[in-house]
């Protein structure tokens, strides 16, 4: 072959089609290049997110403030999160979406964790659990939640009469009532009221500052179950009950001097419980409650005014419902919510407060308070009878050390278990066959559930 052959061989002819096609992506990458540079210059000269009122609102806080070019890093992770809550469950629950714009947005040592938070752990993308269970909504179901809801979701027929009870402490207008009658909806009809403090002037609201205060309303809802589980006099009105703290933290505009703006707050502890108990409870039954709830406020000098709310649970429906409502996680974004609608005059000074109490303040205020309580029936010990929960068994060893025990349980030669390692491998079979038993339910449950949207079809 000839060098003038070979030449022609190797020499490639231009294709008209491709040519087009290549510039045709050009074009489009530099104009994708030329609107981000457009959008991102604009984003600059956007209103400041310090200063807007809708931070619960991710695709508002990224499109129309400059929380992209103050916070780029922050803002990435945030729409990371975005993605992937798309196709992860464990991402979509109620009000998630609103905690993590709140938090993105916030002066929080902590928000880059929050918004980084993956239920399940991936090393190769860098994605832990948070494990801040009082806000990640997540982090919560998974070490606290979900496992008390499984522990009692089976208990409603093996008791009863249920009822709800909330035990809150309140600047005014403290009360007792008891539900008597509800509608198909589960809504209030009738109520019987007994209004302890009527005409009574309104207290100072209770501040984040004063732990002493909240540590004392806290331990006494927990003393007034106990006393109420207690036969020592004769008298036990409670059978069992699951008790869990929570509060509830409202912004108002607050006068100042000099005419400057100002945000006051005001926190509401409350006990929520769920409670079984030998006979229904009447009027007269309820009053004793109150006045021994009154007396208990006295003896631990708490400056607010009690207020007891009972409600019968009626349904399987209702005792579930009223389950998950006692083991929710901290709802912040409803105190944004609310806090943003009142002080909508005052942007810059409510979004500053609101970080400074939730975020800094409001952990530490009741971080010394045990959450959740089980008493009576409730409560698990080791052989006593009565327990009408499914205890829940936590993983206490890792897989290596049950293989190792197990091998070490079938192989004499490689010397005899001890007592406690005796203990150690029958727990962990208890808790694997638990949880076998549990995934198997939940298959079965979503297979049901699919059928029945096909049928629906």
Not at 193 to 199: D, K, Q, T
């Amino acid at each position: 072959m000839t060098h003038y052959e070979h030449s022609i061989e190797t020499m490639t002819i231009p294709d008209p089609l491709q040519d087009f096609l290549d510039r045709e992506q050009k074009y489009i990458e530099a104009s994708k290049s030329l609107a981000n540079a457009k959008k991102a210059h604009a984003r600059r000269h956007n209103p400041s997110f310090k200063l807007c009122l809708f931070r619960d609102h991710a695709d508002l806080l990224l499109d129309k403030t400059d929380f992209c070019f103050r916070r780029p890093e922050l803002s990435s992770t945030l729409k990371g999160w975005i993605g992937r809550s798309r196709s992860n469950e464990q991402l979509r629950i109620k009000g998630y979406a609103e905690k993590a714009a709140i938090v993105a947005s916030a002066s929080w040592e902590k928000a880059m964790s929050f918004v980084h938070c993956s239920p399940k752990c991936n090393r190769k993308k860098k994605q832990f659990p948070c494990g801040m269970t009082d806000y990640c909504p997540a982090c919560h179901w998974a070490r606290i939640g979900d496992a008390i809801f499984r522990e009692y979701m089976g208990a409603f027929g093996k008791a009863g009469p249920w009822y709800a009870i909330t035990v809150s402490f309140v600047w005014h207008h403290g009360r007792l009532k008891l539900v008597t009658r509800k509608g198909r909806k589960c809504q209030e009809k009738e109520s019987l009221r007994h209004e302890a403090f009527l005409g009574a002037p309104r207290l100072q609201p209770l501040v984040f500052s004063e732990s002493d205060q909240i540590q004392k309303c806290g331990g006494v809802a927990f003393d007034l179950l106990r006393v109420l589980g207690n036969t020592s006099r004769g008298l036990k009105l409670l059978n069992g009950a699951l008790a869990a703290l929570d509060c509830h933290v409202s912004f108002f505009p607050a006068k100042a001097p000099k005419g400057d703006l100002s945000v006051g707050d005001g926190l509401i502890v409350h006990t929520h419980v769920l409670a079984n108990t030998g006979a229904s409870l009447d009027w007269d039954t309820c009053q004793e409650i109150y006045r021994a709830l009154l007396d208990h406020c006295q003896e631990a000098a708490i400056r607010l005014q009690p207020d007891l709310h009972i409600s019968p649970l009626q349904s399987k429906g209702e005792f579930l419902a009223w389950l998950k409502y006692v083991v929710k996680p901290l709802v912040f974004e409803k105190f944004y919510a609310e806090g943003a609608f009142a002080c909508s005059d005052r942007p810059e000074h409510f979004n500053l407060h609101f970080d400074q109490v939730v975020f800094s303040g409001l952990a530490n205020a009741y971080a010394g308070i045990t959450s959740p309580r089980r008493f009576g029936n409730m409560r698990y010990r080791p052989g006593q009878d009565g327990y009408i929960g499914d205890y829940q068994y936590k993983k206490r060893i890792g897989d290596k050390t049950f293989r190792a025990l197990r091998l070490r349980e079938r192989e004499p030669a490689l010397g005899p278990l001890t007592a406690k390692e005796k203990k150690q491998l029958d727990y962990e079979r208890k808790r694997r066959a638990q949880r076998r038993r549990q995934v198997r339910e939940w298959q079965e449950d979503k297979k049901t559930n699919r059928r029945q949207g096909r049928s629906q079809r």
